[in-house]
């Protein structure tokens, strides 16, 4: 007879045990989402239920990618508002995405076009600044493929050499071809550089630069204009190197080397332009060396050198400002980037309901090593007298150095309404002073000294402009004729008690 044999309670929690583990395992995937089903109380990955243990521990935070909290928490607390550069992901919408970084995929940096050649378009031309479609690099010249040559302006008027402004470009630097002789020279295939690209083919940099390949491209953002308007992707300097001097032996010790100047500050294309690539003569002749044609889908040329040599009584960087049409605050989304990104207010000043006090500025040319500068006693006279402007509840006065640091000095000029200074380099951010119509920039000339590069600039942007010769006052209608001087360190003199006079009269005029 069989022997009948009883589980102890031991063995029967071994075997439900066992069978437990096996089943979870065996659904593994079910029981993962089970667990962090976040519509389960007290395992959520991001707790807002009411009450509860969850509350206790983890309060209302809430997760957000791609932010670093304490930084965003302070943006958004005190600068937060609709168009800001600090977005949160969701103020992004698809639309303005596709604006902003179009639909190019990863493979399509290369195309075949087989005997249909890309035909270059001219789109928008004043003497050197030009929009033109489809042009071509390849080795390191510039092509412009077209059988109706004659609709294109010269290429003398387009770009210079790059060894010499002064001369038309070389036949090795641009090269006009029709399509049958770029089908036998450039191939049936190549890359694509999509989007926009500018091209600043001066050896020389300027100033202007930035502020002028913006207007060029701006002219595309008409009511009329049939042209789609983009930002740009990149800015190529083919004739600047990245650092200057010679390269140090990379077996030697580590020599700090100092970037080429390239007309900005390092930092004011990454606050005012914030898509903006820059690649440096380096860069250009990597594309050159592969020994493949590249398309550039749209490229905006500004060459000085070719617009000085158009007779014109503007300054060279100032033909876009004068020769092609664009929207009325064409200038707007650049100044106003720079200002959210200085968290200053970035809104064009409404005298009625808005900022009550007038903000003046003067950039100090003292501690320049190089240029003119104002006499120490009048240097003295005017912070004094700007000093008992403070004094009143009216006006807030900045004094900054124009070799001080970017940020304090861009700060003071993007909330000012009043500029003041020494002609040259450092008055070209006045540009972006906050407009109103008591804006004016204040410019201190040697006497028998005038150029109008900051005049040009600001009046463009509806900005008013007084020049100074010591106590002679000049403005739109009486200006003196363009003397550029030949000792760049003269020193200036001024009268201080007549420029605050004129700031008082500026700031009060209905």
Same mark, same amino acid.
């Given at each position: 007879?069989?022997?009948s044999?009883?589980?102890?309670?031991?063995? %029967?929690?071994?075997?439900?045990?066992?069978?437990?583990? *096996?089943?979870?395992?065996?659904?593994?995937?079910?029981?993962?989402?089970?667990?962090?089903?976040?519509?389960?109380?007290?395992?959520?990955?991001?707790?807002?239920?009411d009450?509860?243990?969850?509350?206790?521990?983890?309060?209302?935070?809430?997760?957000?990618?791609?932010?670093?909290?304490?930084? &965003?928490k302070?943006?958004?607390?005190?600068?937060?508002?609709?168009?800001?550069?600090?977005l949160?992901?969701?103020?992004?919408?698809?639309?303005?995405?596709?604006? %902003?970084?179009?639909?190019i995929?990863v493979?399509? #940096? *290369?195309?075949?076009?087989?005997?249909?050649?890309?035909?270059?378009?001219?789109?928008?031309?004043?003497?050197?600044?030009?929009?033109m479609?489809?042009?071509?690099?390849?080795? #390191?010249?510039?092509?412009?493929?077209?059988?109706?040559?004659?609709?294109?302006?010269?290429?003398?008027? %387009?770009a210079?050499?790059?060894?010499?402004?002064?001369?038309? /470009?070389?036949?090795?630097?641009?090269?006009?071809?029709?399509?049958?002789?770029?089908?036998?020279?450039?191939?049936?295939?190549?890359?694509?550089?999509?989007?926009?690209?500018?091209?600043?083919?001066? !050896?020389?940099?300027?100033?202007?630069?930035?502020?002028?390949?913006?207007?060029? &491209?701006?002219?595309?953002?008409?009511?009329?204009?049939?042209?789609?308007?983009r930002? +740009?992707?990149?800015l190529?300097?083919?004739?600047?190197?990245?650092?200057?001097?010679?390269?140090?032996?990379?077996?030697? /010790?580590?020599?700090r080397?100092?970037?080429? &100047?390239?007309?900005?500050?390092?930092?004011?294309?990454?606050?005012?332009?914030?898509?903006?690539?820059?690649?440096?003569?380096?860069?250009?002749?990597?594309?050159?060396?592969?020994?493949m044609?590249f398309?550039?889908?749209?490229?905006?040329?500004?060459?000085?050198?070719?617009?000085?040599?158009?007779?014109?009584?503007?300054?060279?960087f100032?033909?876009p400002?004068?020769?092609?049409?664009?929207?009325?605050?064409?200038w707007?989304?650049?100044?106003?980037?720079l200002?959210?990104?200085?968290?200053?207010?970035?809104?064009?000043q409404?005298?009625?309901n808005?900022?009550?006090?007038?903000i003046?500025?003067?950039?100090?040319?003292?501690?320049?090593?190089?240029?003119?500068?104002?006499?120490?006693?009048? &240097?003295? !006279?005017l912070?004094? !007298?700007?000093?008992?402007?403070?004094?009143?509840?009216? *006006?807030?006065?900045?004094i900054?150095s124009?070799?001080?640091?970017?940020?304090?000095?861009?700060?003071?000029?993007?909330?000012?309404?009043?500029?003041? #200074?020494v002609? #040259?380099?450092?008055?070209?951010?006045?540009? *972006?002073?906050?407009?109103?119509?008591?804006?004016?920039?204040?410019?201190f000339?040697?006497?028998?000294?005038?150029?109008?590069?900051?005049?040009?600039?600001?009046?463009?942007?509806?900005?008013?402009? %007084?020049?100074?010769?010591?106590?002679?006052?000049?403005?739109?209608?009486?200006? /003196? +004729?363009?003397?550029?001087?030949?000792?760049?360190?003269?020193e200036v003199?001024?009268?201080?008690?007549?420029?605050?006079?004129?700031?008082?009269?500026?700031?009060?005029?209905?």
């Amino acid at each position: 007879m069989a022997r009948s044999y009883a589980l102890s309670r031991r063995e %029967i929690t071994l075997v439900l045990f066992s069978i437990m583990i *096996f089943l979870v395992f065996y659904n593994f995937e079910a029981t993962s989402d089970f667990f962090t089903n976040s519509n389960l109380p007290g395992i959520s990955s991001n707790p807002t239920v009411d009450g509860g243990l969850d509350m206790d521990i983890y309060g209302d935070w809430v997760s957000e990618d791609r932010r670093i909290s304490s930084v &965003h928490k302070q943006q958004e607390k005190e600068y937060a508002s609709e168009g800001d550069i600090w977005l949160k992901n969701e103020r992004v919408s698809e639309a303005q995405k596709q604006v %902003i970084f179009g639909n190019i995929g990863v493979n399509d #940096g *290369f195309m075949h076009w087989g005997k249909d050649m890309p035909e270059t378009r001219i789109v928008k031309h004043v003497a050197g600044f030009s929009i033109m479609d489809n042009v071509i690099m390849c080795n #390191g010249t510039i092509f412009i493929v077209t059988d109706s040559p004659s609709s294109f302006p010269s290429l003398s008027s %387009i770009a210079s050499s790059a060894g010499n402004p002064h001369e038309a /470009p070389l036949l090795v630097e641009w090269v006009v071809l029709s399509i049958e002789q770029a089908r036998d020279i450039l191939g049936s295939y190549g890359g694509l550089i999509q989007g926009t690209s500018w091209l600043s083919y001066d !050896a020389i940099p300027s100033n202007y630069t930035l502020f002028s390949l913006w207007k060029t &491209h701006s002219s595309l953002n008409t009511s009329t204009s049939l042209d789609s308007f983009r930002p +740009p992707r990149r800015l190529f300097f083919p004739n600047i190197p990245t650092y200057i001097g010679i390269r140090p032996d990379l077996n030697g /010790p580590i020599i700090r080397r100092q970037r080429s &100047h390239s007309g900005f500050h390092p930092y004011l294309p990454k606050a005012a332009f914030p898509l903006l690539g820059l690649m440096y003569k380096e860069d250009w002749e990597d594309y050159a060396l592969m020994e493949m044609p590249f398309v550039f889908e749209r490229m905006v040329v500004a060459d000085f050198g070719a617009a000085a040599r158009s007779a014109n009584d503007v300054p060279p960087f100032a033909f876009p400002l004068v020769g092609l049409d664009a929207s009325q605050d064409w200038w707007e989304p650049i100044r106003q980037n720079l200002a959210k990104f200085l968290h200053v207010n970035y809104n064009t000043q409404n005298l009625n309901n808005e900022q009550k006090k007038t903000i003046v500025t003067y950039i100090s040319r003292q501690d320049a090593v190089n240029g003119s500068r104002l006499r120490s006693a009048d &240097h003295n !006279a005017l912070v004094n !007298a700007l000093e008992t402007l403070h004094e009143s509840n009216d *006006f807030e006065v900045n004094i900054v150095s124009s070799e001080g640091r970017w940020a304090e000095r861009l700060t003071a000029v993007a909330k000012s309404n009043v500029i003041l #200074g020494v002609y #040259g380099d450092s008055l070209a951010d006045s540009v *972006f002073m906050r407009p109103s119509e008591r804006s004016a920039l204040m410019e201190f000339f040697p006497a028998d000294v005038f150029t109008r590069d900051a005049e040009t600039a600001v009046r463009s942007l509806g900005i008013r402009y %007084i020049a100074w010769w010591n106590d002679r006052r000049f403005e739109t209608d009486s200006l /003196p +004729p363009v003397a550029p001087g030949s000792d760049p360190a003269q020193e200036v003199q001024i009268d201080p008690a007549a420029v605050v006079h004129a700031i008082l009269e500026v700031v009060t005029r209905t």
